[in-house]
Protein backbone atom coordinates (compact mmCIF):
# COMPACT_ATOMS: atom_id res chain seq x y z
CA UNK A 1 0.00 0.00 0.00
CA UNK A 2 1.43 3.49 -1.22
CA UNK A 3 1.68 5.86 1.61
CA UNK A 4 -0.26 8.72 1.77
CA UNK A 5 1.53 11.90 0.49
CA UNK A 6 2.17 14.88 2.50
CA UNK A 7 3.29 18.09 1.54
CA UNK A 8 5.48 20.06 3.92
CA UNK A 9 6.54 23.95 3.53
CA UNK A 10 10.08 22.56 2.15
CA UNK A 11 8.33 20.77 -1.26
CA UNK A 12 5.44 22.94 -0.82
CA UNK A 13 4.85 24.88 -4.46
CA UNK A 14 5.34 28.74 -4.23
CA UNK A 15 2.34 30.61 -3.78
CA UNK A 16 2.54 34.12 -5.88
CA UNK A 17 2.73 37.19 -4.16
CA UNK A 18 0.29 40.09 -4.59
CA UNK A 19 1.99 42.45 -2.36
CA UNK A 20 4.69 42.36 -4.38
CA UNK A 21 5.21 46.00 -5.96
CA UNK A 22 4.38 46.60 -9.40
CA UNK A 23 8.07 47.16 -10.59
CA UNK A 24 8.94 44.16 -10.27
CA UNK A 25 7.42 43.19 -13.21
CA UNK A 26 9.50 42.94 -15.90
CA UNK A 27 10.41 45.44 -18.96
CA UNK A 28 8.87 42.74 -21.68
CA UNK A 29 5.65 42.70 -20.36
CA UNK A 30 5.11 46.13 -21.23
CA UNK A 31 1.85 46.60 -23.41
CA UNK A 32 2.77 48.13 -27.11
CA UNK A 33 -0.21 50.46 -26.69
CA UNK A 34 0.82 54.26 -25.81
CA UNK A 35 -1.76 54.66 -22.72
CA UNK A 36 -1.66 51.42 -22.26
CA UNK A 37 2.15 51.68 -21.44
CA UNK A 38 1.59 55.07 -20.07
CA UNK A 39 -1.19 53.06 -17.20
CA UNK A 40 1.32 50.45 -16.55
CA UNK A 41 4.82 52.30 -16.01
CA UNK A 42 2.53 54.48 -13.49
CA UNK A 43 1.41 51.63 -11.36
CA UNK A 44 5.33 50.50 -11.54
CA UNK A 45 6.39 53.81 -10.17
CA UNK A 46 3.71 53.51 -7.76
CA UNK A 47 1.79 56.65 -8.88
CA UNK A 48 -1.95 57.40 -8.35
CA UNK A 49 -3.94 59.20 -11.47
CA UNK A 50 -4.74 62.24 -9.49
CA UNK A 51 0.04 62.48 -8.83
CA UNK A 52 0.22 62.94 -12.46
CA UNK A 53 -2.32 65.60 -13.02
CA UNK A 54 -1.42 67.50 -10.26
CA UNK A 55 2.34 67.13 -11.95
CA UNK A 56 0.98 68.37 -15.14
CA UNK A 57 -1.13 70.72 -14.19
CA UNK A 58 -4.21 68.49 -15.88
CA UNK A 59 -7.44 67.30 -14.99
CA UNK A 60 -7.47 63.46 -14.03
CA UNK A 61 -10.10 62.96 -16.49
CA UNK A 62 -7.48 64.02 -18.94
CA UNK A 63 -4.96 61.37 -17.05
CA UNK A 64 -7.41 58.66 -17.79
CA UNK A 65 -8.19 59.64 -21.27
CA UNK A 66 -4.82 59.81 -22.56
CA UNK A 67 -4.26 56.16 -20.68
CA UNK A 68 -7.99 54.98 -22.52
CA UNK A 69 -6.47 56.67 -25.89
CA UNK A 70 -9.71 58.44 -26.12
CA UNK A 71 -8.91 61.65 -27.71
CA UNK A 72 -12.01 63.00 -28.07
CA UNK A 73 -12.05 64.31 -24.68
CA UNK A 74 -8.92 65.75 -25.25
CA UNK A 75 -8.19 69.04 -26.78
CA UNK A 76 -5.69 69.63 -30.18
CA UNK A 77 -3.58 66.92 -31.53
CA UNK A 78 -0.53 69.18 -30.61
CA UNK A 79 -1.74 69.61 -27.16
CA UNK A 80 -2.13 65.57 -26.67
CA UNK A 81 1.70 65.45 -27.65
CA UNK A 82 3.01 67.76 -25.12
CA UNK A 83 0.51 66.06 -22.01
CA UNK A 84 2.45 62.50 -23.57
CA UNK A 85 5.97 63.97 -23.24
CA UNK A 86 5.54 65.65 -19.91
CA UNK A 87 3.95 62.24 -18.75
CA UNK A 88 6.87 60.23 -20.20
CA UNK A 89 9.06 62.72 -18.17
CA UNK A 90 6.72 62.24 -15.06
CA UNK A 91 7.68 58.37 -15.27
CA UNK A 92 11.09 58.97 -16.32
CA UNK A 93 11.03 56.74 -19.59
CA UNK A 94 11.68 57.18 -23.20
CA UNK A 95 8.90 59.61 -25.23
CA UNK A 96 9.82 57.77 -27.92
CA UNK A 97 8.03 55.26 -28.77
CA UNK A 98 5.20 56.19 -26.81
CA UNK A 99 4.57 58.77 -29.45
CA UNK A 100 5.64 56.44 -32.26
CA UNK A 101 2.45 54.16 -31.13
CA UNK A 102 0.25 57.38 -31.16
CA UNK A 103 1.41 58.48 -34.66
CA UNK A 104 0.60 54.84 -36.00
CA UNK A 105 -3.18 54.73 -34.74
CA UNK A 106 -3.61 58.08 -36.52
CA UNK A 107 -4.41 59.12 -40.40
CA UNK A 108 -1.78 61.64 -41.17
CA UNK A 109 -2.16 65.18 -40.28
CA UNK A 110 -0.19 68.48 -40.62
CA UNK A 111 1.79 69.18 -37.57
CA UNK A 112 0.98 72.44 -35.76
CA UNK A 113 3.84 74.35 -34.07
CA UNK A 114 2.17 74.91 -30.06
CA UNK A 115 3.15 78.21 -30.56
CA UNK A 116 1.12 81.95 -31.30
CA UNK A 117 -0.55 80.04 -34.07
CA UNK A 118 -1.97 77.09 -31.59
CA UNK A 119 -3.61 79.68 -29.71
CA UNK A 120 -5.70 80.81 -32.55
CA UNK A 121 -8.66 78.85 -31.87
CA UNK A 122 -9.04 79.68 -28.33
CA UNK A 123 -8.24 83.44 -28.68
CA UNK A 124 -11.17 82.76 -31.57
CA UNK A 125 -13.76 81.31 -28.87
CA UNK A 126 -12.84 83.71 -26.30
CA UNK A 127 -13.02 87.11 -29.27
CA UNK A 128 -16.69 85.19 -29.76
CA UNK A 129 -18.16 85.46 -26.45
CA UNK A 130 -16.70 89.10 -25.69
CA UNK A 131 -18.14 90.02 -28.93
CA UNK A 132 -21.66 88.37 -28.13
CA UNK A 133 -21.71 90.45 -24.88
CA UNK A 134 -20.84 93.46 -26.37
CA UNK A 135 -23.37 93.02 -29.06
CA UNK A 136 -26.28 92.31 -26.00
CA UNK A 137 -25.19 95.83 -23.98
CA UNK A 138 -24.99 98.26 -26.95
CA UNK A 139 -28.86 96.70 -28.48
CA UNK A 140 -29.50 97.48 -24.31
CA UNK A 141 -28.18 100.98 -24.63
CA UNK A 142 -29.59 101.97 -28.05
CA UNK A 143 -33.07 100.80 -26.71
CA UNK A 144 -32.88 102.81 -23.88
CA UNK A 145 -31.73 105.69 -25.84
CA UNK A 146 -34.66 105.30 -28.38
CA UNK A 147 -36.86 105.23 -25.17
CA UNK A 148 -35.78 108.62 -24.07
CA UNK A 149 -35.49 110.70 -27.27
CA UNK A 150 -38.90 109.55 -27.51
CA UNK A 151 -40.15 110.31 -24.38
CA UNK A 152 -38.80 113.76 -25.18
CA UNK A 153 -39.98 114.20 -28.53
CA UNK A 154 -43.57 113.72 -26.90
CA UNK A 155 -43.29 115.95 -24.39
CA UNK A 156 -42.20 119.01 -26.57
CA UNK A 157 -45.34 118.28 -28.47
CA UNK A 158 -47.03 118.59 -25.50
CA UNK A 159 -45.71 121.84 -24.71
CA UNK A 160 -46.11 123.29 -27.84
CA UNK A 161 -50.12 122.43 -28.47
CA UNK A 162 -51.92 125.62 -27.79
CA UNK A 163 -54.52 125.39 -25.15
CA UNK A 164 -58.00 125.80 -26.54
CA UNK A 165 -59.82 128.86 -26.63
CA UNK A 166 -62.71 128.66 -24.29
CA UNK A 167 -63.90 132.77 -25.71
CA UNK A 168 -65.88 131.59 -28.70
CA UNK A 169 -67.37 128.70 -27.26
CA UNK A 170 -69.03 130.70 -24.48
CA UNK A 171 -70.05 133.29 -26.97
CA UNK A 172 -71.78 130.66 -29.44
CA UNK A 173 -73.55 129.27 -26.35
CA UNK A 174 -74.82 132.86 -25.48
CA UNK A 175 -76.09 133.09 -28.83
CA UNK A 176 -78.22 129.84 -28.98
CA UNK A 177 -81.53 129.55 -26.17
CA UNK A 178 -80.24 127.31 -23.54
CA UNK A 179 -82.21 123.89 -24.05
CA UNK A 180 -84.19 122.54 -20.90
CA UNK A 181 -81.66 120.28 -19.24
CA UNK A 182 -78.84 123.61 -19.48
CA UNK A 183 -79.76 124.13 -16.12
CA UNK A 184 -78.41 120.44 -14.79
CA UNK A 185 -75.05 120.66 -16.65
CA UNK A 186 -71.83 122.56 -15.69
CA UNK A 187 -70.41 125.36 -16.23
CA UNK A 188 -68.13 125.55 -19.04
CA UNK A 189 -64.77 126.78 -17.71
CA UNK A 190 -62.96 130.07 -18.46
CA UNK A 191 -59.61 130.33 -20.70
CA UNK A 192 -57.83 131.00 -17.47
CA UNK A 193 -58.53 127.12 -15.87
CA UNK A 194 -58.58 125.70 -19.13
CA UNK A 195 -54.90 126.31 -19.26
CA UNK A 196 -54.40 125.88 -15.66
CA UNK A 197 -56.22 122.21 -16.17
CA UNK A 198 -54.34 121.57 -19.36
CA UNK A 199 -50.80 122.08 -17.70
CA UNK A 200 -51.59 120.27 -14.32
CA UNK A 201 -52.77 117.20 -17.06
CA UNK A 202 -49.88 117.42 -18.73
CA UNK A 203 -47.49 117.52 -15.97
CA UNK A 204 -48.99 114.78 -14.12
CA UNK A 205 -48.88 112.83 -17.76
CA UNK A 206 -45.23 113.62 -18.27
CA UNK A 207 -43.18 114.00 -14.95
CA UNK A 208 -39.91 116.40 -14.69
CA UNK A 209 -36.66 114.98 -16.18
CA UNK A 210 -35.02 114.80 -12.98
CA UNK A 211 -37.43 112.68 -11.46
CA UNK A 212 -36.78 108.79 -10.37
CA UNK A 213 -39.37 108.13 -12.49
CA UNK A 214 -38.08 109.59 -16.05
CA UNK A 215 -34.47 108.71 -15.88
CA UNK A 216 -34.36 105.24 -17.66
CA UNK A 217 -30.63 103.00 -16.50
CA UNK A 218 -29.45 100.05 -17.94
CA UNK A 219 -27.92 97.65 -15.10
CA UNK A 220 -25.09 95.83 -16.39
CA UNK A 221 -25.67 92.11 -15.18
CA UNK A 222 -22.32 90.06 -14.39
CA UNK A 223 -21.69 87.01 -15.52
CA UNK A 224 -22.39 83.80 -13.37
CA UNK A 225 -18.45 83.27 -13.39
CA UNK A 226 -15.56 85.30 -15.24
CA UNK A 227 -11.91 83.91 -15.55
CA UNK A 228 -9.32 85.89 -16.72
CA UNK A 229 -5.50 84.69 -17.43
CA UNK A 230 -2.49 86.70 -17.41
CA UNK A 231 -0.46 83.77 -18.29
CA UNK A 232 -0.70 79.84 -20.01
CA UNK A 233 -2.73 77.64 -18.08
CA UNK A 234 -5.14 74.73 -18.19
CA UNK A 235 -8.83 75.43 -17.47
CA UNK A 236 -11.77 73.29 -17.31
CA UNK A 237 -15.32 74.02 -16.62
CA UNK A 238 -18.28 71.72 -16.34
CA UNK A 239 -22.01 72.30 -15.14
CA UNK A 240 -24.62 70.21 -13.35
CA UNK A 241 -25.47 67.79 -16.18
CA UNK A 242 -21.84 67.38 -16.93
CA UNK A 243 -21.61 69.41 -20.15
CA UNK A 244 -18.33 71.05 -20.47
CA UNK A 245 -18.57 74.05 -20.74
CA UNK A 246 -14.84 75.23 -20.74
CA UNK A 247 -11.56 73.13 -21.57
CA UNK A 248 -8.82 74.32 -23.29
CA UNK A 249 -5.24 75.71 -22.57
CA UNK A 250 -5.91 79.74 -21.83
CA UNK A 251 -3.63 82.29 -22.57
CA UNK A 252 -2.09 85.82 -21.63
CA UNK A 253 -5.48 87.76 -22.04
CA UNK A 254 -7.98 85.22 -22.77
CA UNK A 255 -11.63 85.85 -20.74
CA UNK A 256 -14.11 83.68 -20.58
CA UNK A 257 -17.64 84.58 -18.70
CA UNK A 258 -19.52 81.16 -18.30
CA UNK A 259 -23.19 81.00 -17.07
CA UNK A 260 -24.69 76.79 -16.70
CA UNK A 261 -26.74 74.90 -14.66
CA UNK A 262 -25.50 75.29 -11.14
CA UNK A 263 -23.77 73.77 -9.84
CA UNK A 264 -20.45 74.39 -11.63
CA UNK A 265 -16.95 72.24 -11.24
CA UNK A 266 -13.56 74.33 -12.10
CA UNK A 267 -10.72 73.37 -12.51
CA UNK A 268 -7.71 75.69 -13.07
CA UNK A 269 -4.20 73.90 -13.50
CA UNK A 270 -1.70 77.29 -12.77
CA UNK A 271 -3.69 79.12 -10.40
CA UNK A 272 -1.17 81.64 -10.20
CA UNK A 273 -2.02 83.14 -13.79
CA UNK A 274 -5.72 83.18 -13.31
CA UNK A 275 -8.41 85.50 -11.73
CA UNK A 276 -11.87 84.76 -10.90
CA UNK A 277 -14.91 86.53 -10.67
CA UNK A 278 -18.26 84.82 -9.30
CA UNK A 279 -21.32 87.37 -9.55
CA UNK A 280 -19.04 90.01 -10.59
CA UNK A 281 -17.03 89.50 -7.26
CA UNK A 282 -13.34 88.61 -6.88
CA UNK A 283 -12.95 85.21 -5.87
CA UNK A 284 -9.68 84.11 -3.43
CA UNK A 285 -8.24 81.02 -5.01
CA UNK A 286 -5.54 80.26 -2.08
CA UNK A 287 -8.35 78.62 0.00
CA UNK A 288 -9.03 76.22 -3.07
CA UNK A 289 -5.31 75.75 -4.03
CA UNK A 290 -3.13 72.80 -3.86
CA UNK A 291 0.09 72.05 -5.56
CA UNK A 292 -0.81 75.26 -7.61
CA UNK A 293 -3.99 73.76 -9.20
CA UNK A 294 -7.12 75.44 -7.71
CA UNK A 295 -10.39 73.55 -8.12
CA UNK A 296 -13.62 74.84 -6.11
CA UNK A 297 -17.31 74.45 -6.95
CA UNK A 298 -19.63 77.61 -7.56
CA UNK A 299 -23.67 77.08 -6.01
Do not use: C
Not at 134 to 142: E, R, S, Y
Not at 194 to 210: G, K, N, R, V, Y
Amino acid sequence: MSEPSVTTEENAAPVRDDSAPPSAAPESLAPAGYGARLAWERQRAGLGVTDVAATLRLHPNQVRAIEQEDLTRLPELAYVRGFIRGYARVLNIDPAPILTDLNAKLAPVTVVDAGPAADYSVMRGAVRERSSVWVIALALIALVALGVLGWHATRSDAQVQPAPVAAPAAAAVAAVPAPVVAAESAPLPTSGSTLATTQAASAEQFPPADSPAATPSAVAVAPLLMLRFDGVSWAEVTDASGKILLSNLASAGNEHALDGELPLTVVIGDANKATVEVRGETLNLLPFTRNNVARFTVR
